[in-house]
Nanobody, 129 residues
Framework: QVNLVESGGDLVQPGGSLRLSCAAS????????IGWFRQAPGQEREGVSC????????YYIDSVKGRFTVSVDNAKNTMYLEMDSLKPEDTAIYYC??????????????????????WGQGTQVTVSS
């Protein structure tokens, strides 16, 4: 059974940092496509960063490039999102999602991407002074 569990969300001041984790079970990250998505109140869910091939292929949306870093620890079967220089507009619930049939990370993160088969429960990130 596929299971995704996010953790690491918190309240942080603008300019601060957080690291989110997504622990996966029931499949191996090395064989799937997996990504971070976020949804702010009143807005559509958007793909933030997606990876395939155990983290070797990565994609970021423009608004987080240079600030966020996605990584995969294949030994722990866990994906991370290191978020630096956080802004109030980064406030959202962050989810990880995975599909066992890998597609390109750009396509998986795209608003026109495939249905995401598996979701975690989400973790709240609030950036506020």
């Amino acid at each position: 059974q596929v299971n995704l569990v996010e953790s690491g969300g918190d309240l942080v001041q603008p300019g601060g940092s957080l690291r989110l984790s997504c622990a996966a079970s029931g499949f191996t990250l090395d064989s799937a496509v997996i990504g971070w998505f976020r949804q702010a109140p009143g807005q559509e869910r958007e793909g933030v960063s997606c990876v395939t091939r155990g983290g070797r292929n990565k994609y970021y949306i423009d608004s987080v490039k240079g600030r966020f870093t996605v990584s995969v620890d294949n030994a722990k079967n866990t994906m991370y999102l290191e978020m630096d220089s956080l802004k109030p507009e980064d406030t959202a619930i962050y989810y990880c999602a995975a599909n066992l049939d890998p597609v390109s990370p750009y396509y998986y993160c795209s608003r026109y991407g495939p249905p995401r088969d598996h979701w975690g429960q989400g973790t709240q990130v609030t950036v506020s002074s």
